[in-house]
């Protein structure tokens, strides 16, 4: 009788299995919207959760079959989640700038999670750091390292592997604008803090898996996940605290991100809890640094491999003294239009995520979207769109010209994303890359090493866009 009862159990259990891997991806299907091919259990993420293409790539794959179907939107399945993917770029307007209230949170599948009014709270008070003015107070600081950099480079022997160089750069700028401490990563190769930085960002496909899986609203609930693993918010933990004695000793007379996330209430409590703080530094420094830097490498890539620009670019930036009117790059055709073009071609965040906080219609259509429902803007498939950018494989700043870019949707180009989300270090950012690259071609000329292949492939196992196999280039001094 047992054996009968339990038989028809597993039977039924079976049964009930089947139904559910053939209904689960009807979702998309019942709303007539087009989803490509979602594979149980993976939905259409399995060539990125198992590595095979880097983040986001397969978005882009779908974003070109919605595109050539003439639809202004498609479903994606992330595991058995629905996730919406907006394709047409007023639609794209709507939800990330014209309505984003009902859009405010990201997906929390990324260290950039905090959300409604926590984050409003968080960017509220930080917002007042990354103006014109702080960032021209921070310049002298900025061309110090610059400096140390181009130091750095010529004990470097050749080929140098740009990457692993502009990431240290990068950890020490990130640090002095947000703490004003140095974290001597330049000077102290493999330091632990690199380490874990590292380990943040490059992982092994069961952490890509958890990547996944922590953006499943239920996942998260049930198993409490934390979006920092216990070793990283350890590490930070006591990095914190080395921080602020070093901030208490310093003598920089500005106020940095720092103070303001330590400072005390009217009546003596505090603003932000211990692990607030921890996690907001943690997030600049992660946000900050491995986007500069790659943005960076990707940007010496394309200059070493067309010479004819690189020299153009040398000759603009040699008639500015960056130390005494650095604001005035900004007014540069050349090196603002080859930073947009090294954005739209490698964009770092292949895709941006939202998350629907209210239930919203889709204008013109029966799509509704319920609280909670989310959405990924396909950043990549928009760049390598040939619509808006003709052969988006070849690399080309004219495209940024006044001439070429009047009437072009301001949506065609998000990499730094848009609405009140929209990243809070765009100006650092392109500050930081203007500085550096004026300050090493001034010194250097830098080649393809042949260790570089062309074109580049992408590392399938990185959270942002970035080079599989390193960029190595020769450095030559110039003077
Ligand atoms: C080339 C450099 C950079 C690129 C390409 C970049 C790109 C992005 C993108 C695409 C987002 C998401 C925007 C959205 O969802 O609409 C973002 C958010 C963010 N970025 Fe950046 N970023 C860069 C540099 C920086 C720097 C230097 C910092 C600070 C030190 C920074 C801090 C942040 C923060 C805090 C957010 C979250 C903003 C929020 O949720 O309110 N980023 N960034």
């Given at each position: 009788?047992?054996?009968i ?15 559910k ?6 979702y ?11 594979q ?24 070109t079959e919605?595109?050539?179907r ?5 479903g994606?399945y ?10 047409d ?20 599948a ?22 014109n ?16 950099l181009?130091?750095?480079m ?12 502009l ?7 990130i ?53 920092f693993?216990?070793?990283v918010?350890?590490f930070f ?21 720092l ?6 209430t ?43 620009l ?37 964009p770092l965040?292949?895709?941006n ?18 609280k909670g ?20 494989e ?35 950012g ?36 970035q080079?599989?196999d390193?960029v ?8």
């Open positions: 009788m047992f054996l009862t339990s038989g028809v159990f597993v039977f039924l259990g079976v049964i009930w299995i089947m139904f891997i053939a209904t689960v991806f009807s998309w299907k019942n709303k007539n919207v087009y989803t490509g091919k979602p149980f259990p993976f939905g259409n993420s399995k060539n990125v959760v198992l590595q095979k293409l880097p983040l986001g790539f397969d978005v882009t794959e779908l974003y919605i595109r050539s003439s639809e202004k939107y498609g994606y992330n595991f058995m989640t629905p996730v919406f993917v907006p394709t770029l007023d639609l794209i307007k709507t939800i990330l700038i014209s309505n984003s209230d009902s859009f405010i949170n990201r997906v929390s990324n260290l950039l999670h905090s959300r409604g009014d926590q984050w409003k709270r968080m960017r509220l008070k930080i917002a007042p750091f990354f103006t003015l702080k960032i021209k107070q921070f310049l002298p600081v900025m061309l110090r390292k610059t400096d140390e181009i130091r750095l010529e004990d470097t022997p050749n080929p140098l592997n740009v990457k692993e160089v990431d240290r750069y990068t950890i020490d700028l640090g002095l604008y947000t703490s004003s401490v140095d974290l001597e990563t330049m000077k102290n190769k493999d330091s632990e803090l690199e380490r874990q930085l590292g380990n943040f960002f490059n992982k092994s496909i069961v952490d890509t898996l958890f990547r996944f899986l922590i953006t499943i609203p239920k996942v998260v609930r049930y198993l409490k996940i934390m979006t693993n216990k070793e918010t350890k933990m006591l990095l914190l605290d080395d921080i602020v004695h070093a901030r208490n000793r310093s003598k920089l007379e500005t106020t940095v991100v103070d303001v996330l330590t400072q005390k009217f009546n003596g409590g505090e603003y932000f809890t211990r692990s607030e703080i921890v996690g907001n530094l943690a997030t600049l420094l992660l946000a900050g640094y491995e986007t500069t830097s790659n943005a960076l490498t990707f940007g010496l890539y394309e200059l070493a491999y067309n010479m004819e690189q020299e153009k670019l040398r000759i603009e930036t040699s008639t500015l003294e960056t130390s005494l009117e650095p604001f005035s790059l900004l007014d540069k055709f050349l090196i603002d239009a080859q930073f947009s073009e090294t954005l739209r071609k490698y965040t292949t895709i995520t939202r998350e629907c906080t209210e239930t919203f219609r889709i204008p013109n259509s029966n799509i509704i979207l319920g429902s989310q959405i990924y803007i396909p950043l990549r498939g928009i760049h390598w769109d040939p619509e808006y950018y003709p052969n988006p070849r690399f080309d700043p004219e495209r940024f010209s006044e001439e070429n870019s009047r009437g072009r949707h301001p949506c065609a180009s998000l990499p730094f994303g848009a609405g009140p989300r929209r990243c809070i270090g765009d100006k650092l392109m500050m930081n890359m203007k500085i550096t690259i004026a300050s090493l071609l001034k010194s250097y000329r830098f080649r393809l090493h042949p260790k570089t292949r062309s074109p580049l492939d992408y590392d399938a196992k990185a959270f942002l866009l080079p599989k390193g190595f280039l020769n450095v030559e001094k110039i003077r």
